[in-house]
């Protein structure tokens, strides 16, 4: 059991910059007035995350499949106060875009859920934040996401149990050694494709989202580790859903080969 050692928490209350905490100063509906170049938050057009209806999404066939190419290499897992994260250093692989390399930064989670699709929110969400360092690209950041309901445990996670349960209520990193992106499996080669912000501030627009549209399975106890070990105010961590405005939601899905 792990309510043990969930019992103190380490945050005071006036050293965090924003919250998700419903009614908070410091909560989403208020996180454009806190800093100036948080505006975005509040005033952008294009923020994410978003509900994937059926009735806005389109298919695209030209989109083509995620071409995602991931190597081992050397990793540390952080505590950052409202996420665990895992940061990727070294050459660990890329995503490319349109003919643009992404190169894969961290990875993160969110629960419940911060995309939904037709309205139902899930247990959890991974997002595999890439960046671009062509200085001629305007979109210089993809995310990939993933939506997990409760299931078998994901193997991924179950790598990090150890080191996720070790920075239980308080800030802190840890060096893992090798681990391979290529781990974090997606099960599916159907995704969504929408032009949208960074779910957190300073919610940056212009971030191309890929939401893989098979859900993988997690279990209850890996995702009550990931909410008990950041701070009270991020144990459900999910930003609320944005407008789509008149934005489009692409969804690729390989062609059926017919049979001879």
Known sequence: MLTSVFQNRWVAEDEREFDYVEGSQKGPGHWGEIKKEWEACNNGDLQSPIDLSSE???????????????????????????????????????????????????????????????????????????????????????????????????????????????????KHEKKVGVMNPADIKFGGRKYYRYLGSLTVPPCTEGVIWTMNKKIRTVSREQVRLLREAVHDYAEFNARPLQPLNSRQIGLYRPTQRTRP
């Open 56 to 170: 806005r999404v389109k298919i695209v066939p030209q989109l083509g499949e995620l071409k995602r190419n991931y190597y081992p290499c050397n990793a540390t897992v952080k505590n950052r106060g409202h996420d665990i994260s895992v940061y990727w250093y070294g050459k660990p692989g890329s995503i490319e875009i349109n003919g643009v390399v992404y190169d894969l930064q961290q990875s993160h989670w969110h629960s419940p859920s911060e995309h939904s699709i037709n309205g139902r929110r899930y247990d959890l969400e991974l997002h595999m934040v890439h960046q671009s360092s062509d200085p001629t690209v305007k979109n210089k950041i993809a995310v990939v996401g993933q939506l997990y309901t409760i299931g078998q445990p994901d193997p991924f996670i179950t790598q990090l149990s150890r080191e996720i349960l070790g920075m239980v209520d308080r």
